[in-house]
């Protein structure tokens, strides 16, 4: 049986009620299928409830107050991509608290996502990126902030205080933010790079990498194109397609945040990467540079949430105000590379990431969840890869 005849067969049987949404879950990931395309399916085979009638208009009264979360717990569960906060962050919380810190990472979105699906981890706190935030929110797997818990957050960037993904500010605490671009060798690439091109040029085959990311990858080649990076217009996605078919040639592989090491050494001369990570290498060799495509790429700000059924929302809280800090915000951008949406982090650190100017937004763009869309990107991410 194909493997698109297969998940087809895995929709219908859970449509009809003939596997519960676990064994559901569990098929759809061991198919390969994508986190957007198992969101939209439990949204559209969900249980219909009977609406009750409006209740009468109540007498207006004053919010209620946010209730205590209780003393803080003695331990503590992280999610968090690799290589993201400063070396010393959780040794300093543990120590200041008497909080035991529990602190495990990823490599993308839809790994995190999985497993709070699957119900996996335990975890208190994660740090997805703006279109995943939309995606958890609406399969309802965060709850809200306490932010009676939260004094800090008046240090927040208005820039980066309410998000498109989190406009009320309900859910998210900012952590880092960045821009996907181009980090490449300038002693070794013939030209500085300036254009997502650089990943079609034939003089650089097998020494240029792209992200195995579907959003970030085929989001490069729309943005090459003049197009949104959120387009989901069928035209719009077969161009995509055909740029990122001309280049699999010359690419020497599809590979995220672990290219860094191969940067360093030279095996790579060019690679779609985040800004952070580019400065990170840096670090280790002083010929990486780092370029935004005069066509466009994405901006990004990763913020932590807290899982649905934290066993220790207090602890979580602290936690966020801490990272709120603006000594400790400082020591993590300058650790990570990445700007701090921290206003007053920002001013602390000591190579301190510009916010982006207006005239610099013009051909930056925040990737935003595609719902249905995303079912047709995931089809074509996968002929992609398997082309």
Request: aromatic letters at 8%.
């Amino acid at each position: 049986m194909s493997n698109e005849r297969a998940k087809i067969q895995l929709v219908e049987a859970f449509r009809d009620g003939e596997i519960e949404r676990r064994d559901f879950l569990r098929g759809a990931l061991g198919l390969g299928m994508s986190v957007g395309t198992i969101g939209l399916v439990l949204s559209a085979c969900g249980t219909e409830e009977k609406v009750a009638p409006p209740p009468p208009p109540a007498t207006p009264t004053a919010p209620a107050p946010e209730p205590e979360l209780g003393p803080i717990e003695g331990e503590l569960h992280i999610y968090n991509w690799s290589d993201y906060i400063a070396e010393d962050t959780v040794k300093l919380f543990e120590e200041e608290f008497k909080v035991k810190v529990t602190y495990d990472t990823y490599e993308s979105n839809e790994e995190m996502i999985a497993k709070l699906q699957l119900g996996g981890g335990g975890y208190d706190l994660v740090c997805p990126s703006g279109y995943a935030v939309t995606i958890l929110v609406k399969l309802g797997l965060v709850d809200k902030l306490y932010k009676k818990h939260l004094p800090n957050l008046s240090n927040l960037a208005p820039i980066f205080a309410k998000t498109a993904s989190d406009p009320d500010g309900a859910y998210t605490v900012p952590w880092q933010w960045g821009i996907t671009g181009i980090a490449y060798r300038k002693d070794l690439i013939a030209a500085a790079p300036d254009s997502w091109a650089v990943f079609q040029d034939a003089a650089n085959k097998g020494k240029v990498t792209m992200m195995d990311d579907m959003r970030d990858n085929l989001g490069a080649w729309l943005k090459f194109r003049g197009k949104s990076l959120n387009s989901v217009d069928p035209a719009d996605l077969a161009a995509a397609k055909a740029d990122a078919m001309l280049s699999k040639p010359v690419l020497k592989s599809y590979i995220s945040a672990p290219v860094k090491g191969q940067l360093v050494t030279g095996d790579v001369w060019a690679a779609q990467l985040w800004n952070g990570d580019t400065m990170q290498a840096k670090a280790e060799n002083a010929n990486i540079e780092f370029a935004v495509p005069k066509e466009g790429a994405a901006i990004w700000c990763d913020a932590m949430m807290v899982p649905k059924g934290s066993k220790n929302p207090r602890a979580a809280h602290e936690f966020l105000n801490f990272i709120l800090r603006p000594e400790v915000g400082a020591k993590i951008s300058d650790f990570t590379g990445y700007g701090s949406p921290n206003a007053q982090a920002t001013a602390k650190m000591a190579t301190p990431v510009a916010y982006p100017s207006d005239e610099q937004m013009k051909s930056l763009e925040y990737q935003q969840d595609l719902a249905a869309g995303t079912a047709v990107w995931d089809r074509i991410w996968t002929e992609i890869k398997s082309g």
